[in-house]
């Protein structure tokens, strides 16, 4: 079965920056969209970016445009989430998941093969 493994959170202060990284150990991520998705304490999980298959096609939530950078590197077999100018808002587990299509709305529902998260704190 495809799982998918994150890393590079990390505690920053805001103002900081971060990239996550996304992999799949064993099998070609060319084929998929990936998405990435961030869970706070309390509160849903809710989508932050997408990518299509070959890079081409992006979207992201409101609240990271301008902020946030998705990208991929399929000759790594890897998806990248640069974050920069973090806020506190921003704190969460983010875990990325993979879909058939990168559409403007990114619900979770259309995702499947979910990582086991990795944590971003941005604290003073």
């Known amino acids: ?7 590079g959170g990390g505690l920053v ?14 099998f070609t991520l060319d084929y998929y969209a990936i998405g990435w998705f961030r869970q706070a304490p309390g509160k849903e999980r809710e989508g ?3 990518i299509g298959s070959s890079g081409g096609s992006t979207n992201y939530a409101d609240s990271v ?4 950078t998705i990208s991929r590197d399929n000759a790594k ?7 920069n100018s973090l806020k506190p ?4 587990i983010y875990y990325c998941a993979v879909a058939g299509l990168c559409s403007v709305y ?3 529902q259309e995702y499947d093969y979910w990582g086991q998260g990795t944590q971003v704190t941005v604290s003073s």
């Open 77 to 83: 077999n890897t998806v990248y989430l640069q974050m």
């Open 48 to 50: 932050v970016s997408c």
């Open 1 to 7: 079965q495809l799982q998918l493994v994150e890393s």
């Open 13 to 26: 202060q805001p103002g900081g920056s971060l990239r996550l990284s996304c992999t799949a150990p064993g």
């Open 89 to 92: 808002e921003d704190t969460a």
């Open 106 to 108: 990114i619900f979770k």
């Open 65 to 68: 445009k301008g902020r946030f």
